[in-house]
């Protein structure tokens, strides 16, 4: 018996086995990862923020423009060309305010006016890939839950959005608006965010908040 082939055989086997668990590993973790929103923290606590003294509402805006802060996503937004920026409010009246009218903006350095991209945009930019970049889809069949997205990309883009409607007393509201800055090469330097429509109990509007971008690059750590 030529216990060298069958050494070698062993070890060819070896080496195929571990192949295959190398490229396995990153789709089971691929299929496993579902998003979480991160922790909502007082809108003070981020460098690009406006507060307003009056009311005690604060308004912040954090983007996730680096490849550490993207890894929360399923959906590589990036890459078709959309920006995710959370916003953060905190109300630290007495009172309720409410966000049902609220709109927000973007204005970049040359003043081009962006608002934020709602759930059939977003859906459809990324279920046309050849639009804005390219598209890298799961590598195994994934149920398509709408225009072949799939469905843990689907309950991401819904559950990712800012949805709330108010803010109660001494509390903070959190989530994601998707900004098209395909056409723009550096969206964030000089540019500023404002938030208009929002209201206190009584339904009168504050005053428009207006965040600073150069203050979030300003103080951005690297990655």
């Not at 949805?163 to 800055?181: C, H, N, T, W, Y």
Request: a neutral charge; aromatic letters at 8%.
């Amino acid at each position: 018996m030529n216990t060298r082939h069958t050494g070698m055989t062993e070890l060819n086997r070896l080496r195929l086995w571990a192949a295959a668990v190398a490229v396995a590993a990153p789709l089971v973790c691929l299929a496993a990862k579902e998003f979480s929103m991160p922790k909502a923290q007082p809108a003070f606590s981020f460098p690009a923020h406006d507060h307003h003294s009056n009311e005690n509402v604060t308004v912040a805006v954090d983007p996730y423009e680096t490849p550490a802060k993207e890894g929360i996503f399923i959906v590589k937004y990036r890459e078709h060309g959309l920006l995710p920026v959370l916003l953060i409010i905190t109300n630290d009246s007495d009172a309720p305010i409410q966000l049902a009218d609220m709109k927000a903006e973007l204005v970049t350095a040359d003043r081009t006016k962006l608002t934020p991209d709602n759930e059939d945009d977003i859906v459809r930019r990324i279920s046309h890939p050849n639009a804005s970049g390219t598209h890298y889809p799961i590598p195994f069949p994934t149920k398509k839950a709408k225009g072949g997205v799939s469905s843990k990309e689907m309950d991401e883009i819904q559950s990712a959005q800012f949805r709330a409607k108010a803010v109660e007393p001494r509390s903070s509201q959190i989530g994601f608006l998707f900004f098209d800055v395909s056409d723009i090469s550096s969206p964030l330097a000089g540019a500023r965010f404002y938030l208009t429509g929002v209201r206190n109990s009584s339904g009168n509007d504050l005053m428009y908040f207006e965040v600073s971008l150069d203050k979030y690059l300003e103080n951005r750590k690297p990655h």
